[in-house]
């Protein structure tokens, strides 16, 4: 397979996927949108491989077999179209090998714990699910300094933290708590309410405090991102669509009361188009 026919492989992938982030890939250049397509197609097989694993096959197995294409990735010896596209810009743009194998270890977090029971703990798993990937996305943006690399690890937990929160019901259905086992006992809310999608004062005292703990994160980012120099904060727009799509949940979750139990809480794609569209002609012209 040519690297050209498995790019298209990627890119396909991608635009399938309904992915929030999908509509912010839109306002980079085409070489840079390539391989966010890359890195995306990367990040779900090899999350759906434990979420989602195809009939007969087994999730630990499956990881095995994706760390060993991405040694081939980067010893340029690729035999999947994923990591054939991969090996073309982990090259071409310099990102390190240790991010995806930061994120294979994440994800198999998923095989082995399915509780957690401070925000220490989440927050390894936080970091390696969802930062890493932010910092894989700063070498496509262009934008690599410390204080950048700031912003993408605050990014990637109030990201992450937004997904946990919307999907607590779905998650509790499959056996997985992500709000930390403290929390739980410190809102008075038990383990078994939470399976049974109880919702009371004390589930809105607990998603209350979460949201909270999200909130911080997005304000982190931001503060990290003003103090960049300006042609650094250009460089991040696509991270600040991104935010601005994820925020807006965390905030319909907030305005429903935390009413998570039913329909996934989401945006529009006229809406999610929306903000992308005002936030990279504010990025334009500020």
């Known amino acids: 397979m040519t690297v050209d026919e498995a790019q298209a492989y990627c890119t396909a992938l991608t635009k399938t996927s309904g992915s929030n982030f999908y509509y912010s890939f839109f306002f980079l250049p085409k ?27 087994q999730p630990q197995e499956e990881l095995v077999r994706w760390r060993a294409e991405l040694d081939a990735a980067y010893h340029g010896t690729p035999t999947w179209p994923i990591t054939i596209s991969l090996a073309h810009h982990v090259k071409a743009l310099s990102i390190p090998k240790v991010y995806f194998e930061e994120l294979i270890k994440g994800v198999e977090m998923d095989l082995h714990n399915n509780r957690y029971v401070t925000f220490t703990e989440l927050s390894s798993y936080c970091y390696r699910v969802a930062s890493v990937v932010g910092l894989i996305c700063l070498h496509i943006f262009g934008a690599t300094s410390a204080r950048a690399q700031d912003y993408a690890v605050d990014l990637g ?19 997985r708590i992500y709000l930390p086992l403290e929390d739980l006992k410190a809102c008075k809310y038990s383990e078994k309410s939470l399976r049974q999608q109880t919702y009371s004062p004390e589930f809105q005292k607990l ?80």
């Open 207 to 286: 998603m209350q405090y979460e949201a909270a703990r999200a909130r911080q994160y997005y304000d982190k980012a931001r503060a990290a991102l003003m103090a960049l120099p300006p042609h650094e904060r250009r460089a991040l727009t696509v991270a600040e669509i991104m935010r601005g799509v994820y925020s807006r949940i965390l905030k319909k979750i907030e305005v429903s009361e935390y009413q998570v139990f039913g329909p996934r809480i989401r945006l529009t794609t006229s809406h999610r188009l929306a903000i992308a569209a005002g936030i990279w002609l504010r990025s334009r012209f500020s």
């Open 157 to 175: 937990m109030a990201f992450q933290l937004t997904n946990i929160l919307r999907d607590v019901g779905t998650d509790a259905a499959q056996n």
């Open 31 to 57: 070489a840079r949108r390539s391989a966010m397509y890359t890195v995306y197609a990367f990040c779900k097989a090899v999350d759906s491989a434990v979420d989602e694993p195809p009939a007969g096959s």
